[in-house]
């Protein structure tokens, strides 16, 4: 069973760049959700995507856009990028449905150390 | 709009010393309330959950309670090791979770 992976695991980028991040989620889980955590603060909620679909936003500009892939896997991007934006993001997984319990262990990737410049 | 708010921001013990960590929220309505575990620079690992319906959860040295009607969840680490050494972090919430800063955790040798 494989756990979740981002890439690229560090980047550095000018304000008013544009940014990818990637993620594949764990093995048998369809849902993504990705979070940003600056420095010294505890992870905010970004949004979630499942089956392709949002399925739920924090409070982030619409310049904070995503996708998931048939696979599941997904993408988090950002344009305009502003210094504010410097941040670990997290990328984590679970397995949403009916069925499926509401205690879901979400399953968390080692992170994108994004700096804005 | 829950709040989650961790007390204290940091905690340095010596090896060996049991230890509690203290989280509150707003928002008594949870789903779920997760305990997890970061290393510098890293992601998240998970340590906890306890559903709404519960009131403990316990794995090896580690014990978390949930107590809704006064907002409020502790992590008991027994028997605290250096490798202990890390920021726990606990969230409120079921797949949309919302995290405290976290505490900071020095386990002394």
């Known amino acids: 069973e494989t756990g979740v992976t981002q890439s690229p695991t560090h980047l550095i980028k000018t304000r008013g760049q544009q940014v990818t991040l990637r993620c594949s989620s764990q093995?048998?889980?369809?849902?993504v959700s990705w979070y940003q955590q600056a420095l010294g603060q505890g992870p905010q909620f970004i949004f979630q995507y499942y089956r392709e679909e949002e399925n739920g936003r924090g409070n982030f500009p619409p310049r904070f856009s995503g996708l998931q892939f048939p696979n599941y896997s997904s993408e988090l991007n950002v344009n305009a990028l502003e210094l504010d934006d410097s941040a670990l993001y997290l990328c984590?997984?679970?397995?949403?449905?009916?069925?499926?319990?509401?205690?879901?262990?979400?399953?968390f990737g080692a992170g994108s150390r994004l700096t804005v410049l | 709009k829950q709040e989650v708010t961790q007390i204290p921001a940091a905690l340095s013990v010596p090896e060996g010393e049991n230890l509690v960590l203290n989280c509150s929220f707003t928002d008594s309505a949870i789903y779920n309330l997760q305990w997890f575990r970061q290393d510098p620079g890293k992601g998240l690992t998970s340590l906890l959950l306890?559903?709404?319906?519960?009131r403990e959860q316990t794995s090896g040295r580690l014990n978390a309670s949930l107590d809704k009607s006064s907002g409020r969840s502790t992590l008991y680490i027994a028997a605290s090791q250096p490798g202990d050494s890390a920021t726990y972090l606990c969230?409120?919430?079921?797949?949309?979770?919302?995290f405290g800063k976290g505490t900071k955790l020095t386990v002394n040798p």
């Open positions: 984590a997984s679970s397995l949403l449905g009916s069925g499926t319990s509401r205690a879901n262990v979400l399953t």
């Open positions: 306890i559903q709404s319906s519960q």
């Open positions: 093995s048998g889980h369809n849902t």
């Open positions: 969230a409120a919430g079921s797949e949309k979770l919302v």
